[in-house]
């Protein structure tokens, strides 16, 4: 039990592209997603906490209007990387929780590479 | 500033080794300890979770320690296996109000080998 399920796993794309990654818990309801931000050789960084219904949390010196984030229901979350360059480039991995305490489960990561 | 610091970065032992990573933490209020593997390109998978109260948890060939009192943890590997490379990663959970807020420590790219 508890799947998150992320697509895509990869993406390849030229400078200026707007990129959307998904989120899906597959079989409980997320009231609360995070979406996490790893380099290489470096630990998980996180970006924003958002909530079903509401507005992101982003933390601090992430951009909110460059990593739009969208939890229109309690199963799904997207992340859009807009007008993405270079430095964006990066592996980004979401989680999502019931409530509270309980435990994150986290996706499979989706790799974003920017030419 | 909460922090979880792990040690070593890299390790590399022959296969059927034993291991053990360990991991110190400042974080609080304490709520748990999670250690979790990390194979490269994928996303994190839980292996252990222990509150205050837990002094040892095993998982088949991976058994956790806690200590609250020092803010030790570490995670000891049994009879390693190749497909044990991976990243580990000791997360400390810290509860605020009615939700948690994860710090995550830099891991330990384990490396097992013929």
């Known amino acids: 039990g508890a799947v998150v399920s992320q697509h895509p796993s990869r993406v390849i794309c030229k400078s200026g592209t707007s990129v959307k990654i998904e989120c899906r818990s597959l079989?409980?309801?997320?009231?609360?997603m995070f979406w996490y931000r790893q380099f290489p050789k470096q630990s998980l960084m996180l970006m924003a906490t958002?909530?079903?219904?509401?507005?992101?949390?982003?933390e601090q010196g992430v951009e909110k209007d460059k990593f739009l984030i969208n939890h229109a229901s309690l199963t799904l979350s997207t992340l859009t990387v807009t007008s993405a360059h270079p430095e964006d480039s990066s592996f980004y991995i979401c989680?999502?929780?019931?409530?509270?305490?309980?435990?994150?489960?986290f996706g499979d990561g989706t790799r974003l590479s920017i030419l | 500033k909460n922090q979880v610091e792990q040690s070593p970065q890299s390790l590399i032992i022959l296969e059927g080794k034993n291991c053990t990573l360990q991991c110190n933490y400042t974080v609080s209020p304490f709520s748990n300890l999670r250690w979790y593997k990390q194979d490269t390109g994928r996303g994190p998978v839980s292996l252990t979770i222990?509150?205050?109260?837990?002094n040892t948890k095993s998982n088949g060939r991976y058994t956790a320690t806690l200590d609250a009192d020092t803010k030790q943890s570490s995670l000891h590997i049994t009879a390693s296996q190749l497909s044990d490379s991976a990243s580990y990663i000791c997360?400390?959970?810290?509860?605020?109000?009615?939700?948690?807020?994860?710090?995550f420590g830099t891991g330990t790219r384990l490396q097992v080998t013929l």
């Open positions: 989680s999502a929780r019931t409530e509270g305490d309980q435990p994150q489960h």
């Open positions: 958002s909530n079903e219904g509401s507005k992101a949390t982003y």
């Open positions: 222990m509150t205050f109260s837990e």
């Open positions: 997360v400390v959970s810290e509860l605020t109000g009615t939700a948690s807020k994860l710090t």
């Open positions: 079989d409980f309801q997320a009231t609360t």
